[in-house]
Nanobody, 121 residues
Framework: VQLQASGGGLVQAGGSLRLSCAVS????????LGWFRQAPGKEREFVAG???????MYADSVKGRFTVSRDNTKNTVSLQMNSLKPEDTAVYYC????????????????WGQGTLVTVSS
């Protein structure tokens, strides 16, 4: 199973970015997916997740600003990030598991390589 994240970059505070993660080697429609991030000197934290039914979960810090979605025809999961803040600066990782609760607690079976998001003030 491979997860390939993309879409990171440098953006000013208040701006937007869209991350995407392509998943291969697994029955995508049966997979729960999530996004995590790790800022310098901090632990990795859950950001957002979506299950096979497209039910979603978000960390409180990103609710109302980030939107996670999946496309079962393209085997991708996306994270639309709006109203970005400097504290959103981190390496963002996508993750996959059978159930969303496993993803949320950081126990995903598969992880992508990470993509860097930098938000300047």
């Amino acid at each position: 199973v491979q997860l390939q994240a993309s879409g990171g970059g440098l953006v000013q505070a208040g701006g937007s970015l869209r991350l995407s993660c392509a998943v291969s080697g697994r029955t995508f429609s049966r997979t729960s997916l999530g996004w995590f991030r790790q800022a310098p000197g901090k632990e990795r934290e859950f950001v957002a997740g979506v299950n096979r039914n497209s039910d979603t979960m978000y960390a409180d810090s990103v609710k109302g600003r980030f939107t996670v979605s999946r496309d079962n025809t393209k085997n991708t999961v996306s994270l639309q990030m709006n109203s970005l803040k400097p504290e959103d600066t981190a390496v963002y990782y996508c993750a996959a598991a059978d159930v969303l609760s496993t993803v949320v607690r950081g126990g995903a079976d598969y992880w992508g390589q990470g993509t860097l998001v930098t938000v300047s003030s």
